[in-house]
């Protein structure tokens, strides 16, 4: 289950010409959960970029650390605590990768995850919001996850689901029906995906240099001669 994010350099504009920024992007090149984190939500007909933090935290949460920073789309429909974000409160979290772990016999091997043209990916998730005061409030986001593709499955075997920029509208608009929003909630392409091992170093969150994305090997990509 994805744990860290990469986000940096991101064309967001050039991606989506009529966003707007309410805060600036939040970057890192290991982001953990329980931070702050960018996402792009539908606010009156807008695509508006907002800060959110990166775990849910429905009003009657009683411990933060119980936040979960990621849903299973298994159980969307069927968790009280995921039903009704899910069902109209969508957003997208925009980044250059995200990292998993591959279970090795004596540690794990880090993994950062790509659009093989390294072009943003657009993170399928669910926001929330908890009212500290009459007026005072914080929105929390938790990334929806999905069964990993043949490709990347052994690395691990969840990944977060991929919104695709042509339905990006579809997605995020809270009158969407389920029959759409659940075929969306799919594996990534073979071909959309790659993967590359980087350094240990960014198995600790306080590790924030930009050498945690560089690569120590190839990377990992669906072929033509791989095809079923």
Same mark, same amino acid.
Request: charged share 15%.
């Given at each position: 289950?994805?744990?860290?994010? #990469?986000? !940096?350099?991101?064309?967001?504009?050039?991606?989506?010409?009529?966003?707007?920024?309410?805060?600036?992007?939040?970057?890192?090149?290991?982001?953990?959960?329980?931070?702050?984190?960018?996402?792009?939500?539908?606010?009156?007909?807008?695509?508006?970029?907002?800060?959110?933090? =990166?775990?849910?935290t429905p009003p009657w949460l009683e411990v933060l650390? #119980?936040?979960?920073?990621?849903?299973?789309?298994?159980?969307?429909?069927?968790?009280?605590?995921?039903?009704?974000?899910?069902?109209?409160?969508?957003?997208?979290?925009?980044?250059?990768?995200?990292?998993?772990?591959?279970?090795?016999?004596?540690?794990?091997?880090?993994?950062?995850?790509?659009?093989?043209?390294?072009?943003?990916?657009?993170?399928?998730?669910? =926001?929330?919001?908890?009212?500290?005061?009459?007026?005072?409030?914080?929105?929390?986001?938790?990334?929806?996850?999905?069964?990993?593709?043949?490709?990347?499955?052994?690395?691990?075997?969840?990944?977060?689901?991929?919104?695709?920029?042509?339905?990006?509208?579809? =997605?995020?608009?809270?009158?969407?029906?389920? !029959?759409?929003?659940?075929?969306?909630?799919?594996?990534?392409?073979?071909?959309?995906?790659?993967?590359?091992?980087?350094?240990?170093?960014?198995?600790?969150?306080?590790?924030?240099?930009?050498?945690?994305? #560089?690569?120590?090997?190839?990377?990992?990509? =669906?072929?033509?001669? !791989?095809?079923?």
């Amino acid at each position: 289950m994805t744990g860290r994010l #990469h986000v !940096q350099n991101l064309p967001l504009t050039r991606l989506l010409p009529t966003l707007t920024n309410a805060e600036p992007l939040v970057e890192s090149p290991n982001l953990a959960p329980r931070r702050p984190i960018s996402a792009i939500r539908l606010e009156q007909g807008q695509y508006r970029l907002a800060s959110l933090f =990166w775990g849910l935290t429905p009003p009657w949460l009683e411990v933060l650390d #119980h936040a979960p920073h990621c849903a299973r789309a298994e159980t969307l429909e069927s968790r009280p605590m995921f039903r009704d974000a899910f069902n109209a409160r969508r957003c997208v979290i925009p980044v250059s990768g995200f990292y998993v772990w591959k279970t090795q016999p004596r540690s794990k091997q880090p993994y950062l995850v790509t659009q093989v043209s390294r072009a943003p990916l657009l993170l399928g998730a669910l =926001w929330c919001r908890y009212h500290t005061t009459l007026t005072a409030f914080t929105d929390s986001a938790a990334l929806i996850t999905v069964p990993a593709n043949l490709l990347l499955s052994p690395l691990t075997d969840r990944l977060p689901v991929v919104i695709p920029d042509h339905a990006l509208s579809a =997605w995020l608009n809270p009158d969407t029906d389920p !029959q759409t929003l659940n075929s969306l909630l799919s594996p990534a392409p073979l071909e959309l995906l790659g993967a590359f091992p980087v350094s240990k170093h960014v198995n600790n969150p306080a590790y924030q240099a930009s050498s945690c994305a #560089h690569p120590t090997g190839s990377m990992l990509r =669906w072929a033509v001669s !791989q095809e079923p």
